[in-house]
Structures are given as structure tokens and as C-alpha cells.
């Protein structure tokens, strides 16, 4: 009897999500293709996050550190979600070791900054050691292409049975079978103007799982970092909050505000306020600008002996400037909280799709507490990996190459991208306007930005709404005729599905919880002390059809994938 051939997964995404799933499936047999649109390690949240980590060791009890997690999340962490990472966390920072990953411990979590590469890549400390042993381990990889749809079996059950995959170099979109899929593509942080995501990140994943018939929860959640440089001849970056114990920070009309604040919140300064209050320092830092004062780091009142200690990169554009002087700061997306909704261990409720990192939703609640995004990575990405490679060796039978020709697509660019060549023909004829893929991205940004900025209202979401869909109609326009174009094409449908799930959750969340807040509804309200659940009005067979969503409020703890497998 001929033994069966090994599973054989497809991951996509770069980042730690990614990295630790493949390397997780491929120790346990899996044969296991990773897909990324930047190179492996590079280019993701992961590579440019700090290092750090918060984590239950070193003398932080897994109990104290869920309690944590559940405050910093006003309420709404998923049990099942925080159970799974405070009690994983010391066996799956093990793991990491065995991986060649270096860290050094402290009470309550770890870094692996001084590993990595330096400067703005700290979290390199991570991938690239989990890079090098993917590959070693027989991890394959495919690099520069945007996966653009979940293939799943049209058999009744409609198990996912591969990827849609489109090369922007070449221009083609082709199919490739597997027995699993683990989407790990991180969140949307580059659908926002003001960003210090990646330039490709923009929300994939969201668009991939939703038009493949999941439900995505807590959408509105989108973490603002509270400082970011907003100055002329800077980069738009982060600064880390705990540059307020060193650098002056107040507004322009001088008045030292955040001093108070923390003093209010019972915080011993920034370095505090960067773990347990994010949400509110932004909202704050964000309300000044709202009601048109900025906002500046004092960096001539400064200690000029430390600056160079205090802000390295601030420090070396003084020299180029001639002179130390203040800088507008501003808050900026960072990360996402929700997402889809997925087990612990990467589970959804498409037979054989499985997601895990960012992209899912539930850990972190209405906010992120800091360091907890590499934590919360490490471990649930693990337990995915594990999961899928066991649950698809149980299954019978193996997916072949005609299971996935004779797949539905679900979200296809397959006749999109017939459109957008077919467009390029027509391009230069006279009285034609057609909009370039990077411009349109702008305008999508900019849309994002106006009314699901950190203050919000009413009918600000409403307008980005009705702005979004508007946008939508000029898709199908294009006529990208670069690499760079194309690939900015594909990212403007994840925008663009992004910006929808994220207006139409903060339109029915009517609070101010976390990391939403909107000026019409300040407070907090014990009635919304529960999830918003998207639920897509049906499976999306093409990239262009409509974001649309029953909308639905859940209970914490009842927020899991369906036991009965979603058919097409």
C-alpha cells in the first residue's frame, strides 16, 4: 500500500506570523510553501517593530499578565485568546531559542533588539534568525507576488484548496493547490496617510479571509501610536513614549497638558504610559490637533548632552537643520486589534483555512497593551501551525492540482486584471482620464484618514463611507502598466475592504472604548461592553464586489469560529 504523500500548506505572509507557523507546520511533516509580497523577514511590522516583549516570566505570573491584558483591553480580550498566550508563552519562547532567536530576559518579557539589525529594525532580532531556519529546514518560498484569493473546493464542503496568486512583474495571475492554507499576513496599517507600517501592509489578509466567507470582529479598533514625527524633513515614524521623561512635550500655545494627564491616570511617566495607555495618550495628543493646536516635542529644552542618546534620528537631522529646535508630533496607525474570527490555535470556519498574527482579531481587546503583539505572535502562531499540519495529515485524500483548477476563487483579479490590460490599450486615447493605481491609493488613504482618523464622528465615518464607494467605482479604470502600479492596483482592493470593515464597525460602535473614540459619544457605555461582529452578505466570487455586511454585537467569550464548516 503506497503511503499517502505529505500535507502540503501554503503560508502567506513574511513577518513572525508567518516565519513561526511554516517552521511550526514543517517540524511536524508538513511540506510547506511560504508566499510573501516583500522578502522573507523584511518589510513587515514584525522587522520594524522594537524587540520587545511582554510575557509572563522572569517573576510575572501568567495570571497577572492575562489580568494586564484585560485591562489595557477595556473588557473585550477574548479568554480563549489570553488563556492561550499567558500559558503557551514560556513554551513557545523555548521553542524560539531551538529557532537560533537571542533574547534577553527581564521581569514580565524579553527583546531581541540588540540581535537584530539596529536602528529601526529591531524586531529583525526575530525574523531574520527565524528566516534562516525556515529555509534550512526546507521551508519553500515564493517572494513578490500578492496571493488575491482563497481557492476553495466546490464539493459542498468547500474546503480551501490553495491560493490565487498574482505576479505584478509579469503581469499573470495563476493558481496553486494545496491541502491547508494559513493566512498570516499581518494587519492594514498602510491603508492609513499617517502610518509606520510598512508600505505593504495594507490589509490582505482581511480581504482574503472575508471574501472567502468569514466574519471579522472589532474592526474599529485601530491602535493610533500617540507620537510620531509630523515635521517637514522628517520621516513619518514613531517616537517611543518614553521620550516625554526627557524631551518636554506641550502644545502651541505652551501649555504642558500630557503632564497632567499622566498625573490624572495615576502613570509614573511615558515609559508606563507606553504599556497600560496608548489609547488614551493618543486620543489626547489627537484631540489638541482636533481643536487646531499642535502639538510639539520641546527638543530645545532638552538636555543638548543626551539628545544624541534621547533621539538618535532627531539628534542627526539637527546637524543637517543647523540647530536644535522643536518638532510637531502627531499620532500615527500602528496597529490593528481586530480582525477575523479565528480559534487560538488558527482554526476558521472553512475547512483547511486557517489565520493567525495581526490579521485575527480577540487578544487584545479595545487596545493593545506594549510588547504584547510579538508575545501574542509567537505563540498563536505556533499552536497554527502545529493545528493545521495535524488536522490535515488526519484528513483523507489529498488535493491535486484539478481540485484547484476547478475551485471557486472567492474575491478572484483574475478578469480584473484582463480589465486593467485590456485598459492599457486605451490608455492614451484622447478625452480618456484614467486614474493611476498610486494616486487612487492616495485618495483611499486620505479617505481613511478624514473620518476614521483617531476623532471620529458620526457622519465623519459616514462621508468616508460614501467616499470609499465611490472610489471603488474607479477599480476597474485602471490601467496599471508598471510593476509597481500593478502591485499598488491589488493593494487598493485590501484598502479599500479595510476602510469599508473598519467605518461600518465604528458607525455601530457608539462609544468611545480603547482605541475609538468618537467626540459624539465620549464615554464609555457598559451597553457596548461587547464585540462588533461583520458578517459578509455572501462569498465574493469577484475582486470587485461590494464590501457587504450584516452587522451584529456578540458577547466576550462568544465570539468562535462555527463547529459546521461554511460551504459555498
Request: net charge negative.
Amino acid at each position: 500500500m503506497t503511503a499517502a504523500r505529505p500535507v502540503r500548506l501554503i503560508v502567506v505572509g513574511g513577518g513572525a506570523a508567518g516565519l513561526c507557523a511554516a517552521l511550526a507546520a514543517r517540524e511536524a511533516g508538513a511540506e510547506v510553501l511560504l508566499v510573501a509580497k516583500s522578502p522573507l523577514g523584511m518589510a513587515n511590522c514584525t522587522a520594524y517593530a522594537g524587540g520587545g516583549f511582554t510575557a509572563p516570566i522572569e517573576g510575572l505570573s501568567p495570571t497577572e499578565h492575562m489580568r494586564l491584558t484585560r485591562e489595557v483591553g477595556r473588557g473585550l480580550s477574548e479568554p480563549r485568546m489570553h488563556e492561550a498566550v499567558s500559558g503557551g508563552a514560556v513554551r513557545a519562547l523555548a521553542r524560539l531559542r531551538e529557532w537560533g532567536v537571542r533574547y534577553d530576559s527581564r521581569r514580565g518579557g524579553l527583546s531581541v533588539s540588540a540581535y537584530g539589525l539596529g536602528g529601526k529594525l529591531g524586531g529583525t532580532g526575530l525574523t531574520l534568525p527565524l528566516r534562516e531556519r525556515a529555509l534550512a529546514a526546507g521551508v519553500d518560498s515564493l517572494t513578490g507576488v500578492v496571493v488575491t484569493a482563497i481557492l476553495r473546493a466546490d464539493d459542498g464542503q468547500g474546503r480551501a484548496v490553495g491560493v490565487e496568486l498574482y505576479d505584478p512583474e509579469v503581469n499573470e495571475v495563476r493558481r496553486e493547490a494545496a491541502d491547508g492554507v494559513i493566512v498570516a499576513t499581518g494587519g492594514g496599517g498602510a491603508s492609513f496617510a499617517r502610518s509606520d507600517n510598512p508600505a505593504r501592509i495594507t490589509g490582505d489578509g482581511y480581504r482574503l479571509l472575508w471574501a472567502a466567507g468569514l466574519e471579522l470582529f472589532d474592526m474599529e479598533f485601530v491602535q493610533w501610536y500617540p507620537l510620531g514625527y509630523a515635521e517637514v524633513g522628517f520621516p513619518v515614524w514613531m517616537i517611543g513614549l518614553p521620550i516625554v521623561d526627557h524631551v518636554p512635550l506641550e502644545n502651541s500655545e505652551g501649555d504642558r497638558f500630557y503632564e497632567r494627564l499622566l498625573q490624572e491616570w495615576g502613570l509614573r511617566g511615558g515609559a508606563q504610559a507606553n504599556l497600560f495607555a496608548r489609547d488614551r495618550s493618543a486620543v489626547a495628543i489627537g484631540r489638541e490637533w482636533h481643536a487646531g493646536r499642535e502639538v510639539l516635542l520641546r527638543y530645545d529644552l532638552a538636555d543638548q548632552a543626551q539628545l544624541s542618546e534621547i533621539d538618535p534620528l532627531a539628534a542627526g537631522r539637527f546637524k543637517s537643520l543647523g540647530g536644535v529646535r522643536p518638532v510637531r508630533v502627531a499620532p500615527l496607525v500602528h496597529y490593528f486589534c481586530g480582525g477575523v474570527v479565528a480559534a487560538a490555535d488558527g482554526m476558521t470556519a472553512v475547512r483547511g483555512l486557517y489565520a493567525c498574527g495581526e490579521v485575527v482579531g480577540g487578544f487584545d481587546g479595545a487596545n493593545r497593551m506594549g510588547g504584547n503583539a510579538l508575545t501574542a505572535v509567537t505563540v498563536l502562531s505556533q499552536l497554527t501551525g502545529d493545528r493545521a499540519a495535524l488536522e490535515l495529515a488526519q484528513d483523507e485524500g489529498r488535493v491535486t492540482p484539478a481540485d484547484a483548477e476547478t475551485a471557486v476563487a472567492c474575491g478572484s483579479a483574475e478578469s480584473l486584471v484582463r480589465r486593467w490590460t485590456a485598459n492599457a490599450g486605451i490608455s492614451e486615447a484622447p478625452g480618456t482620464a484614467v486614474p493611476a493605481a498610486s494616486e487612487l491609493r492616495t485618495q483611499i488613504q486620505a479617505a481613511l484618514s478624514r473620518g476614521l482618523g483617531i476623532v471620529r464622528t458620526g457622519p465623519g465615518i459616514e462621508a468616508s463611507l460614501a467616499e470609499l464607494a465611490s472610489l471603488r467605482s474607479l477599480i476597474s479604470r485602471l490601467a496599471p502598466l508598471t510593476p509597481q502600479e500593478r502591485l499598488a492596483a491589488v493593494e487598493c482592493l485590501a484598502s479599500l475592504a479595510v476602510g469599508s470593515a473598519v467605518g461600518l464597525a465604528a458607525l455601530e460602535r457608539r462609544e468611545s472604548r480603547g482605541a475609538h473614540f468618537r467626540e459624539d459619544y465620549p464615554a464609555e457605555s457598559e451597553q457596548f461592553r461587547r464585540h462588533v461582529i461583520l458578517a459578509p452578505g455572501g462569498v465574493a466570487a469577484e475582486a470587485l464586489a461590494e464590501f457587504q455586511a450584516h452587522v451584529r454585537m456578540a458577547d466576550v467569550g462568544d465570539v468562535t469560529p462555527h463547529t459546521d464548516f461554511k460551504s459555498i
